[in-house]
């Protein structure tokens, strides 16, 4: 079996931690904007849906 000791930087836990606070910080509006996204898609749908119902319906009289 091979075995290899690991000697870690005095500082990899403070540099962890402040990674992490960075990251929770970058990241705090990252749902807000995934809801924001998700709405507008929802609005697209809907439009689409509707035009598509629109042009089935023409369609439809004109036979």
């Known amino acids: 079996m091979f075995t290899q000791d690991i000697t870690l930087d005095p500082s990899y836990y403070e540099r962890g931690v402040a990674a992490r ?24 749908l809907a439009e689409l849906l509707a035009l598509l119902d629109d042009t089935v319906t023409e369609e439809v009289g004109q036979s």
């Open 21 to 44: 606070r960075t990251a929770h910080e970058d990241l705090h509006d990252v749902t807000d904007i995934l809801d924001d996204i998700e709405d507008r898609a929802d609005t697209l």
